[in-house]
Structures are given as C-alpha cells and as structure tokens.
C-alpha cells in the first residue's frame, strides 16, 4: 500500500503537470485555434487535483512536522506551474 508521502507526491506531480498542460497546451489551443475541449476538461481535472494537493499539503504539514512558514510555502507553491516540483524536492523525504 502506498504510504501518505507517496500518495501526496502522486497527487502533487498530477497537479503540477495537469496545470503546465492547462497553460501550455489547452489555454494555446483555446484562444490561437478556437478548440476549448481540451480546457474544458482537464479544467475540471485539474480543480480537483489543486484541492487535494491543499488538502494534503496540510496532512503532510501535520505528519512531517512542517513549520507554518513551510506550510504556506507549500500552498503558495500551488499557484506557480512547477511550484509542487519545489516541494517534492525540498519538504518531502526521499521514499523507495
């Protein structure tokens, strides 16, 4: 069974590559080629994944003992496209 920092780590990188292909792919295609489809669903996709990446940010401040500072740079890292890759890498221990 995957432990909750795995889990979260799954959670954070579909966010972070759900919002890159949302600006990089789906908001091109919707305003240059007048093709929304591929916004209008990863859109939803996306909503959902920021809101368990949150959800779990504060778990995983709970579990790992993150100070405050480390939780709101956590969430705050939620609304830059390779910001959860920052905090894979810096808040979260390596895992097998």
């Not at 966010?15 to 600006?23: D, G, K, T």
């Not at 305003?31 to 990863?42: F, K, Q, R, S």
């Not at 709970?62 to 920052?86: A, D, E, N, R, V």
Request: with cysteine.
């Amino acid at each position: 069974m995957l432990s909750d920092i795995k889990i979260f780590r799954l959670v954070s990188s579909s966010e972070a590559i759900s919002f890159l292909l949302l600006l990089f792919v789906g908001m091109p295609l919707k305003y240059m080629a007048d093709n929304p489809i591929l916004v209008e669903i990863l859109g939803p996709v996306h909503g959902v994944l920021f809101v368990a990446y949150v959800f779990g940010a504060f778990i995983m401040a709970k579990k790992l003992s993150w100070t405050k500072k480390q939780l709101i740079i956590s969430i705050l890292c939620s609304l830059l496209p390779f910001g959860p890759f920052y905090v894979e890498k810096n808040y979260l221990p390596k895992t097998k």
